[in-house]
């Protein structure tokens, strides 16, 4: 490992499964990466943080640290200091900034993961150039963001933009949030895996090989690879799926009017498996659409990096 040269900007994303890190240039492009298992949330916080430091001096690679963006996949203060709540991690109001900075000696920024996969598509994605953009992220959950003008509205309290708990089902499915019936129960990964298993009970599918016959080894990049193969109960599980993803979309849009919805997230590398259910959708229930421009409905861009990039553009755009 080399040391000095010319001082680097870090992004890290944080989420339940893995920290990746990675060194990102003006442009936002990323030049090096790292990546560590997450420790779980059943481990002391500093387990967690040893694995963050670990993972961003791995790819500076030696070089001064111009700075650190952090993206954390949990509820974090409106000021950035603080993890208020993160499901699958230790944290609850760890002052992960200060605690960063006083361990690498540099400066230290923090946002919500989502927040920050936000920002990416807006500087360097698949939001470039749009005014006003709503980013719902699908994952095993939905998160999002709004973006107006290239910057994350964050809320009073730093905790817009959490879209997978609205509830869109009275009395509906339970969800881990200890409420009933909320919009990530029916149209996320989870929901995906849930339909397939269903639908696998009385119906013959590639899903049965794939997962050597017992079905609780189902995952949602299994049922996506089905899905493209053509396999009836994968297509059929993502129906409903992108069906009600286009529901929640047209209420957002109801509420905030974007000029374009971006789909981003793990259960997005499906595509228009997914999307053209759920643009079918958002035309059918906006109201008012035979009236207005329905925004157009698209792919985020910069897939797994996404939260990376925008945890590195927190130094370029402070105000952001
Ligand atoms: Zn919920």
Not at 16 to 26: I, P, S
Not at 193 to 206: E, T
Request: hydrophobic content about 45%; overall charge negative; aromatic content about 2%.
């Amino acid at each position: 490992m080399s040391s000095g040269g010319p001082a680097v900007v870090v992004g890290v994303d944080i989420g339940g499964t893995k920290v990746l890190a990675g060194v990102v240039d003006n442009a936002g492009s990323v030049t090096s990466t790292a990546l560590r298992i997450t420790p779980g949330r059943r481990v002391v916080t500093s387990q967690v943080e040893d694995a963050l430091v670990e993972a961003i001096l791995e790819c500076a690679g030696g070089r001064p640290l111009a700075g650190v963006g952090v993206a954390a996949a949990g509820f974090v203060d409106s000021r950035g200091e603080r993890v208020m709540f993160a499901p699958h991690l230790p944290w609850q109001g760890e002052p992960l900034r200060q605690l960063l900075e006083d361990r690498l000696g540099s400066h230290v920024m923090l946002d919500n993961d989502a927040n920050c996969a936000a920002r990416a598509e807006a500087h360097h994605g698949a939001a470039r150039g749009a005014s006003s953009a709503l980013m719902v992220t699908m994952g095993t959950g939905i998160g999002g963001a709004l973006l107006l003008d290239g910057r994350v509205l964050r809320g009073a309290n730093g905790m817009a933009g959490e879209f997978g708990h609205m509830q869109v089902v009275p009395d509906g499915r339970p969800c881990e949030c200890g409420r009933n019936g909320c919009w990530e129960q029916y149209s996320s990964g989870k929901a995906l895996v849930r339909n397939a298993r269903a639908l696998m009970a009385d119906r013959v599918s590639m899903l049965h090989d794939m997962c050597d016959g017992s079905t609780a080894r189902v995952t949602g990049p299994m049922v996506t690879a089905a899905a493209e193969e053509g396999d009836p109960v994968a297509c059929a599980a993502f129906a409903p799926v992108g069906d009600w993803l286009g529901v929640g979309v047209a209420s957002l849009v109801a509420a905030l009017d974007p000029e374009l919805v971006v789909i981003g997230g793990g259960v997005s590398a499906a595509g228009d498996l997914l999307l053209e259910p759920a643009r079918a959708a958002l035309r059918r229930t906006l109201v008012g659409a035979a009236h207005r421009v329905v925004p157009e409905l698209v792919a985020a861009e910069l897939g797994p990096q996404a939260g990376m990039i925008g945890a590195a553009l927190l130094l370029r755009h402070r105000a952001s």
